[in-house]
T-cell receptor, first 119, second 115 residues
C-alpha cells in the first residue's frame, strides 16, 4: 500500500517568502505529526493532529509557522516570512491513534521529507 | 520532559560482525516506549524496533535486538551480522503515554559498514 507522501521533495525560496509543504498520510491513520530535522540533528517535534484538530502545537517555533488538516487526511504546513534559519528537512509522519491512555507503542510511519532551503 | 542522548561518534564495523549503538534516556514517566529508526542517505526514516518500558523481555526483530536496561536508563541497539546496506544514520527515540505520543529523538549515530 501507499506510504506517507510529501510534496514538494525540494523547495528553494527567498527570505521573506511564504511556503506551503504538503503531507498525505497513510489511509486510515488518524494521527499526523510534523517534525523538523536540521542538518546533523535528530527530528524535532513541531505539531500533532488528532483527526482535524491540532492536539499539540507546542513545538512550533513561532507564529510564522502554522499547519492545517481540514478534512482529517492531508495536512499542510505553512511558513510565513521565511528566514534562513528555517532551512531544514520537514518530515511528516502518521500513525494510528493510541489504543489507550497507557499505550506507548506509537510506531510512526515517516514520509520522505521536504528539503526547504531559504536563500 | 524527555531526553535522549546518543554520544558515540561515527561508528565503523566490519561486514558480518555485530555492532552496538548506544542510547540513554531520561524521563520522569513510568510508562514509555523506546524506538530505533534508521535513516539512509536517501533520507527516509525506517522503523527498526520497539521496546515498552514494562516489557520484561528485550525486543528482537530479525538482526536487530534492543538491550534494555531500565535501571541504567539505556536502550542500546545491537545489529548482528552487519551488512553493507546497514550503513546509515541511526536514531533512538522515546514516546510517552497520553493522547499525544510524539517522539523525542536523539542526535543520531552514523554507522559505516566496511566490506
Amino acid at each position: 500500500g501507499a506510504g506517507v507522501s510529501q510534496t514538494p521533495s525540494n523547495k528553494v525560496t527567498e527570505k521573506g517568502k511564504y511556503v506551503e509543504l504538503r503531507c498525505d498520510p497513510i489511509s486510515g491513520h488518524t494521527a499526523l505529526y510534523w517534525y523538523r530535522q536540521s542538518l546533523g540533528q535528530g527530528p524535532e517535534f513541531l505539531i500533532y493532529f488528532q483527526g482535524t484538530g491540532a492536539a499539540d502545537d507546542s513545538g512550533l517555533p513561532n507564529d510564522r509557522f502554522f499547519a492545517v488538516r481540514p478534512e482529517g487526511s492531508v495536512s499542510t504546513l505553512k511558513i510565513q516570512r521565511t528566514e534562513r534559519g528555517d532551512s531544514a528537512v520537514y518530515l511528516c509522519a502518521s500513525s494510528y491513534l493510541p489504543t489507550s491512555s497507557t499505550d506507548v507503542n506509537n510506531e510512526q510511519f515517516f514520509g520522505p521529507g521536504t528539503r526547504l532551503t531559504v536563500l | 520532559a524527555q531526553k535522549i542522548t546518543q554520544t558515540q561518534p561515527g561508528m565503523f564495523v566490519q561486514e558480518k560482525e555485530a555492532v552496538t549503538l548506544d542510547c540513554t534516556y531520561d524521563t520522569s514517566d513510568q510508562s514509555y516506549g523506546l524506538f530505533w529508526y534508521k535513516q539512509p542517505s536517501s533520507g527516509e526514516m525506517i522503523f527498526l524496533i520497539y521496546q515498552g518500558s514494562y516489557d520484561e523481555q528485550n525486543a528482537t526483530e530479525g538482526r536487530y535486538s534492543l538491550n534494555f536496561q531500565k535501571a541504567r536508563k539505556s536502550a542500546n541497539l545491537v545489529i548482528s551480522a552487519s551488512q553493507l546496506g546497514d550503513s546509515a544514520m541511526y536514531f533512538c527515540a522515546m514516546s510517552t503515554t497520553g493522547a499525544n505520543s510524539k517522539l523525542t529523538f536523539g542526535k543520531g549515530i552514523t554507522l559505516s559498514v566496511r566490506p
